[in-house]
């Protein structure tokens, strides 16, 4: 009896807004008790419509009520509030019915508003009203705030808790159930949710792992590629010093050996011209004299007459012959230096072929520029059209049309990459600038002055380049094509994946930004095959 009273008495100091124990109550004209707090903010939200009344009775006042502290509640309410933390401190929350003694409550019946322990647990009624729930639930959070009755039906209309007066009241001719019966339904929908939450999670862990594993493998491959082409560059530049050296060393002997010939050439030169200087003074003497005798009586008359016959005897020993007045380099040593680098830069050529053209470049499709009615695989390798917007957010990349490029663009080398196109659709596939229009008809490949394409169109292809068209006279009975860029050449060529491979056609422009694969699907789908020699 005495937690029955305990129980009526704290209801009696609950305030009816805030469902909580009064806090400094203070009382209005009509008699009715509230926390301070509480009340001044209902009457300020009263202030803009200037009608007042009272929460609980509804009593209209003509102008704001004066608020008149209630000294003897809130002394009640004080030690109601002392004693109630005295009791939890030591005993928790224990059972109405032991009166005697204290014993832990087990239950709560929301019925009777009475704690349970599990003597009177087995003894209380088990009929449906009798709501039993945790002892420790606030009851007041389980009531109606307008009627003071326990929450017992669920609004499917409103979508609210309502007791058995609400039903009869502002939700009457709603479909109402009972809560355990909508916290089922509640929960089954959630459990619903929860497991496609569960497989959606699975679902992109394991495309996470996918893509991670996809990583790791373009990853080692990478290091593979650069590791063999350090190998490859360390030989040839260490061969390429190695000529140099070689070469450099060969010139300077044969340079050296060059220079001493002739600077003994030279010398002889020297001694041959002091020789010819000396006769010319001679004979320049001889004619400036004037006695006849004296320049007849000269004994080698004959000899200042031949100047060459001495030398030529002096130097070769025959006149026909002449001093060699040196030559080239011998390039011969020179000459199969250059053969071999020549052959080093075939190599290197080899190089980058075994990079840039056996295998077919790697291509994945880039979603931030697909259009809203194309659906883009997971191994961004397929762009299927789906006839149906997707409502995706559109950015600056994203095409109006039913296209998307891929993120990997070319900007030197060759390179070709392959796909494959449903034999019931009409796509489009070729390559376009990545400054390609992203609105309007003409942003579609093929239709501008940035793009090139092939485009399968009711069984027929046809080449397309700034609207001008071309179409193939030959019938194409593959549906797989190779597309092949030389990006330095200029050149753009379409080849039929058939048996032998069938050249279609070729653009020739000058490519002047970097060049994406692009597809176009305005019907089934069109993808990229994976890398492997062909």
């Not at 809130?74 to 005697?100: K, M, P, S, W």
């Not at 071309?470 to 092949?484: A, F, G, N, Q, W």
């Not at 030389?486 to 070729?506: A, K, M, N």
Request: with cysteine; charged share 30%.
């Amino acid at each position: 009896m005495q937690a029955m009273a305990s129980i009526n008495l704290r209801d009696e100091l609950l305030c009816s807004i805030c469902s909580s124990t009064f806090k400094d109550p203070v009382m209005l004209r009509c008699g009715h008790n509230f926390c301070w707090v509480c009340i001044d903010r209902v009457l300020d939200a009263q202030d803009e419509s200037g009608v007042y009344s009272c929460p609980d009775c509804r009593e209209e006042f003509l102008e704001r009520p004066a608020l008149m502290r209630n000294l003897y509640l809130h002394n009640v309410a004080e030690r109601f509030l002392i004693t109630q933390q005295g009791q939890e401190e030591i005993t928790g929350i224990c059972c109405t019915y032991c009166v005697d003694s204290p014993v832990p409550a087990v239950r709560f019946c929301l019925h009777c508003e009475a704690s349970l322990c599990d003597k009177h647990l087995r003894a209380h009624n088990k009929s449906p009203e009798h709501v039993l729930s945790d002892p420790s639930t606030n009851l007041e959070k389980r009531k109606c705030s307008v009627h003071k009755k326990i929450l017992e039906y669920y609004c499917t209309v409103d979508a609210a808790c309502i007791c058995v007066y609400c039903s009869a009241g502002d939700h009457r001719g709603h479909w109402v159930e009972m809560l355990d019966e909508a916290s089922e339904k509640k929960m089954t929908t959630l459990r619903n949710v929860l497991q496609k939450l569960t497989t959606k999670t699975k679902e992109t862990e394991e495309r996470v792992q996918r893509l991670e594993e996809r990583r790791r493998k373009a990853q080692e491959k990478a290091a593979g590629e650069a590791e063999r082409v350090k190998s490859l560059c360390t030989g040839i530049r260490r061969r390429v010093n190695d000529l140099e050296k070689k070469v450099l060393s060969e010139i300077s002997r044969q340079e050296k050996e060059e220079s001493l010939s002739l600077s003994a050439l030279i010398h002889q030169l020297e001694i041959k011209k002091d020789e010819l200087s000396r006769k010319m003074r001679h004979i320049e003497e001889l004619c400036n004299m004037t006695d006849p005798l004296t320049v007849l009586q000269e004994p080698d008359t004959g000899d200042l007459c031949d100047p060459e016959q001495e030398g030529g005897d002096e130097d070769t020993g025959g006149h026909d012959k002449q001093p060699h007045d040196g030559g080239d380099l011998d390039v011969a040593v020179i000459s199969h230096t250059l053969h071999t680098l020549n052959t080093l830069r075939n190599a290197i050529t080899g190089i980058r072929s075994g990079i840039y053209v056996e295998d077919p470049a790697d291509i994945l499709l880039d979603v931030t520029t697909a259009g809203n009615y194309i659906l883009i695989s997971d191994d961004l390798k397929t762009a299927t059209w789906i006839g149906e917007e997707q409502k995706c957010p559109e950015t600056a990349e994203t095409f109006q049309f039913y296209q998307v490029m891929s993120r990997r663009g070319f900007t030197s080398g060759r390179h070709y990459w392959e796909v494959e196109g449903s034999r019931s659709g009409n796509w489009m596939v070729g390559m376009c600038y990545r400054s390609i229009g992203r609105k309007g008809k003409q942003s579609v490949i093929g239709y501008n002055n940035k793009s090139w394409c092939l485009w399968r169109y009711h069984n027929q292809y046809l080449v397309l380049h700034y609207m001008k068209q071309i179409r193939l006279p030959h019938k194409i009975s593959s549906d797989r094509v190779r597309i092949c860029l030389d990006y330095e050449v200029g050149q753009l060529s379409f080849y039929e994946l058939c048996d032998p491979i069938r050249h279609l056609h070729t653009f020739t422009a000058t490519f002047s930004e970097p060049l994406h694969p692009a597809l176009c699907v305005c019907n089934g789908f069109i993808k990229i095959l994976s890398r492997s020699r062909n």
